[in-house]
């Protein structure tokens, strides 16, 4: 996979006609795969990163709900940055992408749906192992 494959998704909003704010709605045919679970990150401290890492099958889709963070995307050929801070859109990620998250904005909440369970076993955490993977 490249990191064009990376795609911006646009979630569907609805504006309330009485004015009483926006409702987004994700039904099972907007992404790829069925959501088997769901996680966010929320409270990340200024300056703090996660992700540093790539999935070997796992496919997911990043919203900021709240606020706005970098998404900084490798496929070990080519590094490219999309920016998330809107909660009618999000970002799918492939599997075999390296991911880091960063610059958080003050009260970012990153929703992430994904493809399948936790298992430790689907993570590249050193991103040399990432290299050997996606040359193998
Ligand atoms: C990703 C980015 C965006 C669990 O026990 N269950 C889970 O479902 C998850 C996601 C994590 N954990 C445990 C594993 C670690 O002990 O929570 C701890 C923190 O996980 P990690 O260091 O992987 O967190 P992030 O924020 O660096 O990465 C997470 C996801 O793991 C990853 O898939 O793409 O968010």
């Given at each position: 996979m490249s990191v064009?494959?990376?795609k911006h998704i646009s979630i569907p909003k609805i504006s309330d006609p009485d004015g009483r704010g926006n409702l987004s709605v994700l039904e099972k045919d907007i992404l790829p795969y069925e959501i088997k679970r769901v996680y966010y990150l929320y409270d990340v401290p200024s300056g703090s990163t996660r992700g540093g890492h790539a999935h070997k099958e796992l496919q997911q889709f990043l919203i900021a709900l709240s606020?706005?963070?970098d998404v900084v995307l490798d496929d070990g050929k080519e590094r490219r940055v999309v920016s998330?801070?809107?909660p009618d859109e999000g970002l799918l990620i492939p599997t075999g992408?390296?991911?880091e998250l960063e610059n958080f904005s003050s009260g970012?909440?990153?929703l992430s749906l994904v493809s399948d369970v936790y298992k430790e076993s689907d993570y590249i955490r050193e991103?040399?192992?990432f290299k050997s993977f996606?040359?193998?």
């Open positions: 064009k494959d990376c606020g706005s963070f998330l801070n809107r992408i390296w991911r970012a909440v990153c991103y040399a192992d996606i040359g193998a």
